[in-house]
């Protein structure tokens, strides 16, 4: 995974490209949202539509960052969530706890 | 006649023969102390025989009336006496010296005072009588001038009488002076053993010193044997000890020079010299028996002798090559293919170390191999420890006791870029502020041996000063290059073996975990008369993140639960040991489903962090009423294959356990009607992936149970297992795969609620 990053809106927009799998992904996506969270900044979006694959670790990750922010107080939605990443969170039912939003555009209005 | 002229041939060759060793062991390292005195020790040993060699030669030529003991020539050859104050010297440097330690070392000189006497007397002892003799006369006048020269004359009358009372005992007295300075030389060659470490060194010592003994042996023999024994000896018996006793000693020296290389002579001088000395004997003595042939073969051929005797030249220049070859190889295996030799050092370094994979050892044996073959005197390690990440300088041998070197330090830092062996003043940029500069000084480092395995730096060796001060010659830093390179290639090979320990070690607990999960998991399903049950695991590695398992809720219900924790291996393993233990627990306590799911939830949540967490499926089927009620957290969705071909899949439930806290789960029933199949699966099958990636999918799953719904559920199994693998060979499965199957046997009496 390689991960680039932006803001727009006062949001931050996280654009992971390639597959999700655990191992230093974890930590490449931990650190990124720590580094946001220090400088204040605490809405976060992930921009999935680069994302090919996500296996249960991956997953995780997103959990994780999930977890992270909502602990401090911000919020991490998903965009351009692909079907195949759309029928896991189905699957794992965490649909009903993630945010999700056909564009970034729109889940960066959500902020508002 | 002939036994005359062997014993001059011999008396001048070991003469000679030492001389050449002076002037060479002088010769390779001037500066050096030990070879100076060495040099010149040899140099007045050889001299004696030389000149008795020299006398001899003459004697028989020279005409003239003196008798040849007369002439000032013989008189020279007492110079060789210089050999025994030089001996005491020598005993002051080595093995260790100790004339830096004297007060005033100048001092040392009147060790040779005795012999410059000696030398003066029998060099101009005729001159003196002469001149004390003139000077006897002059004190007949009478009168005043008789009193101040009475006690004069007296005084050199008795030095008259001392002159040629020492010049008629003079071999006796200077003899007994010799003695007692052999004596004295190996009473300090005695004590500066003690003073040795270094195993060679040691070994040096001891042929050194055995070699004054036995010198010291002949000469009393020769000195004592004229007074103790009731006859004396005749000179030349009494002379011919005495060079024996010099030949002796020196020799032995010699032995330790060549073999023990006491002294550092070149490899090349030495390989030379022997085979000059091998070739010098086969040639004399090929020259011998050609001489003789004829003599030989006259009385046996006759006038035909001559012919004969050039075939037996031929034939005897065949016989010698081979023994030529095999005296050559027996006096090098003797004297060259000694363990100090660099390419034996070498090869016997590799071959001790290409077995061994203790590191500690490996350390005895370069500390050792460093010792003897080098002479060093300390060696020390640091070396970078995998398991605390950090460089430690090793102070002890057994590895207790260390020193950790900050990674950061600077004189470590110039190391780091060092590739050959390095003089430790060299690295003087890199001491300021060093801790480990300190430490190397202290112990008086000299020569850093970097040791680099591509740009990583294992660690280094540290040596200190040879022993008995010997310098480290380019030759030495070509050898300790070398050796460091072996060295890494050990190291490495001692800790790759120490890690293949460690991970059998490992490989042995997985295996353990493995049986622990394995003895988690129901040894067989359970035996139900309506229905049947069949379940399969197998793990992506040897433990896995998968799981199933049968709970006894009471006489009706059964528990039927299948998991899978994120992640692979060890902690999906641990992950679901967990969560087995909390569902258990929680179904003891009699909580319904959505509770049940709920408190494992929080429970989990709780004690693991947000990105691992379990999919899972619990459902309780009812084996009187056919219900089957259950609940889905996050878990691929079960098929429930009707018998008239439809499908439905059991989504009830909540979200994935154990990752976020607080979820609420929903719980659902179905019921359950004769040939319904329950299938139950984890991803593993669902995303078998073929080689051009593409899934195996859940609705081929579906698809599948569809059509074979009709099979019993370990043919179910079976067979579904098969197409997967068709699809994706890849063995073990890239994922944990589980598979359950249930299905209903006999059809249930319908309740209505109220009943």
Request: proline content about 4%; glycine content about 6%; some cysteine.
């Amino acid at each position: 995974m390689r991960l680039s990053d932006r803001e727009q809106d006062g949001v931050v927009v996280l654009e992971p490209k390639g597959k999700i799998m655990g191992g230093p992904d974890a930590s490449l996506l931990h650190d990124k949202l720590y580094e946001f969270i220090e400088q204040d900044k605490k809405k976060v979006v992930i921009d999935l539509s680069q994302v090919d694959w996500m296996n249960s670790t991956g997953l995780g990750i997103l959990i994780s960052g999930y977890t992270t922010l909502r602990n401090t107080n911000g919020e991490l939605k998903l965009a351009n969530v692909t079907e195949k990443i759309q029928s896991l969170l189905t699957i794992t039912k965490l649909v009903t706890v993630f945010e999700a939003y056909d564009t970034v555009d729109e889940a960066v209005k959500s902020f508002k | 006649m002939t036994l005359e002229l062997f014993k001059t041939l011999l008396f001048f060759l070991t003469g000679a023969f030492l001389v050449f060793l002076a002037i060479t062991i002088t010769r390779d390292n001037f500066a050096n102390r030990l070879n100076r005195v060495t040099g010149a020790m040899l140099l007045f040993a050889g001299l004696g025989p030389v000149f008795i060699a020299l006398g001899k030669m003459v004697d028989p030529i020279t005409t003239s009336p003196v008798a040849f003991e007369d002439t000032t020539l013989y008189a020279l050859h007492y110079a060789w006496e210089f050999f025994f104050p030089l001996l005491l010297l020598f005993s002051w440097i080595f093995p260790v010296d100790r004339l830096s330690g004297f007060r005033r070392p100048r001092l040392r000189y009147i060790i040779f005072l005795p012999y410059v006497m000696h030398l003066i007397i029998v060099l101009f002892f005729d001159d003196l009588i002469d001149f004390f003799g003139n000077l006897s006369i002059e004190t007949s006048e009478e009168g005043f001038a008789s009193i101040v020269t009475q006690p004069f004359a007296r005084l050199i009358s008795w030095l008259h009488l001392l002159l040629s009372f020492v010049r008629s005992y003079d071999i006796n007295i200077f003899g007994a002076i010799s003695i007692v300075y052999v004596i004295t030389a190996s009473y300090f060659l005695e004590t500066g053993r003690k003073f040795v470490t270094n195993p060679r060194l040691i070994t040096q010592t001891k042929v050194v010193l055995w070699g004054t003994r036995v010198g010291l042996g002949l000469l009393l023999i020769a000195h004592l044997g004229s007074t103790v024994l009731p006859y004396t000896l005749p000179e030349t018996l009494k002379s011919a000890l005495m060079i024996l006793s010099v030949a002796a000693a020196a020799g032995l020296l010699i032995f330790a020079t060549i073999r023990y290389q006491f002294l550092d002579v070149r490899l090349i001088f030495r390989q030379s010299f022997i085979y000059s000395i091998t070739s010098a004997i086969l040639v004399g003595l090929y020259i011998i028996i050609v001489i003789k042939s004829k003599q030989l073969l006259e009385p046996v051929f006759g006038e035909q002798a001559e012919i004969v005797s050039y075939a037996f030249i031929i034939l005897v220049l065949l016989f010698f090559q081979p023994i030529n070859h095999w005296v050559d190889e027996f006096i090098r295996s003797l004297f060259i293919r000694t363990r100090t030799d660099h390419r034996n050092v070498l090869e016997r370094f590799s071959r001790q170390v290409i077995s061994l994979f203790d590191p500690s050892k490996l350390r005895n044996i370069i500390n050792e191999t460093l010792k003897t073959t080098l002479l060093v005197e300390k060696v020390f390690f640091v070396l970078y420890d995998d398991k605390v990440k950090e460089y430690a300088l090793l102070i002890s041998e057994d590895n207790a006791r260390r020193v950790v070197i900050s990674r950061s330090d600077l004189m470590l830092r110039g190391i780091n870029l060092l590739d050959t062996p390095t003089y430790f003043y060299s690295l003087a940029d890199y001491r300021e502020g060093s801790n480990l500069a300190g430490l190397l000084e202290e112990r008086l480092v000299k020569l850093i041996l970097p040791m680099k395995d591509a740009d990583h730096l294992l660690g280094f060796v540290a040596l200190t000063d040879k022993a008995a001060g010997y310098s480290y010659s380019s030759e030495d830093l070509n050898l300790l290059g070398v050796l460091s390179n072996q060295m890494v290639t050990a190291l490495i090979n001692a800790r790759l073996y120490v890690e293949s320990l460690e991970r059998i070690r490992l490989q042995e607990e997985v295996t353990m975990a493995r049986q622990i999960q394995l003895d988690l998991l129901p040894s067989k399903p359970p035996e139900l008369v309506c229905a049947k049950i069949s379940a399969h695991s197998t793990p992506s590695r040897t433990v896995g993140g998968d799981f199933f398992d049968f709970l006894t809720i009471d006489n009706n219900r059964v528990g039927i639960v299948i998991a899978d924790a994120s992640g692979k291996g060890m902690p999906a393993a641990l992950m679901i040991a967990q969560t087995q233990a909390i569902l258990r627990s929680e179904v003891c306590n009699g909580n319904p489903i959505d509770i049940v799911l709920k408190n494992m939830n929080q429970l989990i949540a709780d004690s693991s962090s947000a990105e691992k967490y379990v999919t899972l499926f619990y459902g309780e089927f009812d084996t009187v009423s056919g219900r089957f009620c259950y609940s889905n957290a996050g878990h691929n969705y079960p098929i429930l294959a009707r018998a008239n071909g439809s499908l439905e899949l059991l989504t009830a439930g909540g979200p994935v356990i154990g990752a976020l806290p607080q979820m609420v789960y929903q719980s659902a029933t179905v019921q359950l009607e004769k040939d319904d199949v329950l299938f139950f699966f984890t991803d593993g099958l669902s995303e078998a992936m073929n080689e051009i990636e593409e899934e195996y999918t859940e609705e081929r799953v579906r698809r599948y149970v569809q059509d074979h719904r009709s099979e019993e559920p370990q043919a179910l199994i079976d067979m579904i297992l098969k197409d997967m693998r068709d699809f994706d060979p890849t063995y073990p499965p890239r994922d944990d795969t589980t598979i359950v199957a249930l299905k209903i046997h006999n059809g249930f009496k319908v309740y209505d609620g109220q009943a």
